[in-house]
């Protein structure tokens, strides 16, 4: 796909894009606008429609628009006129779509044939579709093209060209394949359009009106007619022989893995750890700087506490080049030791910080007794002398509760809101937790890439390797040093921060 292309497509993807508030909140989902119209159903034009007017997208490649606008012009108003006069039709409309040609009468089919074939360069225009060999009236079709040979294997390429023109159901070959199926219907007589304009919209098709109002029109209609206009019997055997189609690209023609992209790291990696893990002292020399006391403080325990458990996750992260799986789960955890840090300073109860202490010395009891009286085979993960030492600190075991709910009654979502850093939740927390939880667009991410083959329909494939080139070392450094602002904001003055050594 050229660049220009891709340009027009981003540009086409942008004004799609439905608004968050657009969408309707109905429980714990938000319906998209589409959706909120009653009784929608689905349609393909990649799937059931695109395989159908294969022969349209072939002299549009192969002859240029103008010339194949023109043939499909004759072919329209030919066939639509021919279908008015023809008496005790078994064809319901004129569907000239490669399957839909074979549900029309025989005098229909000779003119088509006799139409398309006028213009000599139609032959090689037209020529891969031998390959097919599930191709309905293949007979008829050969007659004009010639049989398949062992050469004509190059005509793959001339059909992926094609197929690459019309994966996009709104580019301007695919809407102009759409008309071609429309219109042998309007001239037959059988749509009843809305007014004289709409008809020379369509009939004088695309040098009539603004195109920008008549090209959506023309999609609609297509959409509502490719799909059978509630002709089941006709969708459904046209069905099979798009997904025969399919099938047949996938089974003749290999995968095309595209070049993986370079992954580089941006910054020095080792002078930024060796920087970064000096804070270690540093924060302990704070630490000591503001101990006066030997009783439990949970306040400051957990303040001191964050910051620490931050800077390790950081030098992790860091230590991954920041492009690692693991430097996303580090963000995810970093921005919530944020939130939970900001909402304790925000509410100003001192209580709640002793709540959030306990909390934890209650799922170090929960996970020791798991491990004494439920799990047979020990992780080794976890040493159970360790998790018992943790439960005993503050209190005996025996008289801690467990919370088995949040330990703040509360979601991390709704504790951001009310720390007012919802900005931080939705930037480091919500999509890092994709990786966390292996939800479907992570993993795809990370392992799979689409296959460069228009003839595979975009399918995906696995990758070489995993996908590495997203950094999240700025992202390190932000969340951290947030984190030490805070700790600043209740144990001031540290005014120690971390940043990135230019790869210099």
């Known amino acids: 796909m050229s660049q220009k292309r891709t340009r027009q497509q981003q540009k086409r993807n942008k004004k799609r894009k439905s608004k968050i508030d657009s969408h309707k909140k109905v429980g714990s989902k938000l319906i998209s606008p589409f959706n909120q119209i009653p009784n929608t159903s689905y349609m ?69 044939f006799e139409l398309i074939f006028e213009e000599k360069k139609s032959v090689d225009a037209l020529k891969p579709l031998v390959l097919i060999e599930s191709l309905p009236l293949a007979n008829k079709w050969r007659v004009y093209l010639g049989e398949r040979l062992e050469e004509d294997k190059g005509l793959w390429t001339s059909l992926a ?43 004088q098709y695309p040098h009539y009106e603004d195109q920008r109002k008549v090209r959506p ?3 609609a209609m297509e959409m509502q007619f490719g799909d059978g206009m509630m ?9 099979v022989w798009a997904g025969n189609f399919w099938k047949e690209c996938k089974r003749e023609t290999s995968c095309f893995m595209p070049k993986p992209e370079l992954s580089c790291i941006e910054f020095d ?30 306040k400051r325990d957990a303040s001191f506490g964050f910051c620490f458990y931050a800077l390790t ?73 360790n998790i018992e030492a943790l439960a005993n600190e503050d209190i005996y075991l025996d008289f801690q509760n467990i919370d088995l709910g949040n330990w703040a009654k509360t979601d991390l979502r709704k504790m951001s809101q009310v720390a007012g850093c919802k900005d931080i939740y939705d930037a ?31 399918h995906r494939i696995p990758r070489p390797s995993p ?15 947030k984190i030490l602002d805070l700790l600043n904001d209740v144990y001031p003055s540290f005014e120690i921060r971390a940043g990135l050594v230019d790869n210099t």
């Open 428 to 458: 480091y927390y919500s999509w890092p937790s994709s990786y966390a939880h292996g939800q479907w667009c992570a993993v795809k991410d990370v392992v799979y890439t689409t296959c460069h083959n228009p003839l595979h329909r975009l």
């Open 313 to 385: 996750l950081t030098l992790e992260g860091l230590a991954s080049s920041g492009k690692l799986l693991t430097a996303k789960l580090a963000l995810r955890m970093l921005a919530e030791i944020y939130i939970t840090f900001k909402y304790l300073i925000s509410l100003g109860d001192e209580k709640l910080w002793d709540v959030y202490r306990s909390y934890g010395s209650g799922q170090a009891k929960l996970t020791f007794l798991k491990l004494d009286e439920v799990l047979e085979d020990q992780p080794g993960y976890i040493k159970k002398k």
């Open 231 to 239: 002709d089941y019997e006709y969708f459904s055997e046209k069905k």
């Open 467 to 481: 996908r590495y080139e997203d950094g999240a070392e700025k992202d390190l450094i932000l969340l951290f040093n």
């Open 161 to 203: 060209d094609t197929i690459s023109m019309l994966l996009d159901h709104q580019s301007q070959e695919s809407t102009d394949c759409r008309w071609a199926y429309l219109i042998p219907i309007i001239n037959s007589g059988k749509v009843h359009l809305q007014n004289e304009q709409q008809f020379k919209e369509y009939i």
């Open 44 to 112: 393909s034009w990649v799937n059931d429609r695109l395989p159908c007017m294969l022969w349209a997208g072939l002299l549009l490649n192969g002859l240029g628009r103008d010339r194949a606008i023109e043939i499909f012009r004759e072919i329209g108003f030919h066939i639509g006129n021919l279908f008015r006069e023809v008496e005790n039709r078994e064809c319901e409309l004129p569907r000239v779509g490669i399957y839909g040609l074979s549900t029309l009468d025989d005098d229909l089919q000779d003119k088509f």
């Open 217 to 219: 029109s023309i999609r």
């Open 269 to 298: 990696l080792i002078k930024t750890v060796s920087s970064v893990k000096t804070i270690w002292n540093d924060l302990s020399g704070h630490f000591a700087e503001t101990d006066e006391f030997t009783h439990v403080q949970a």
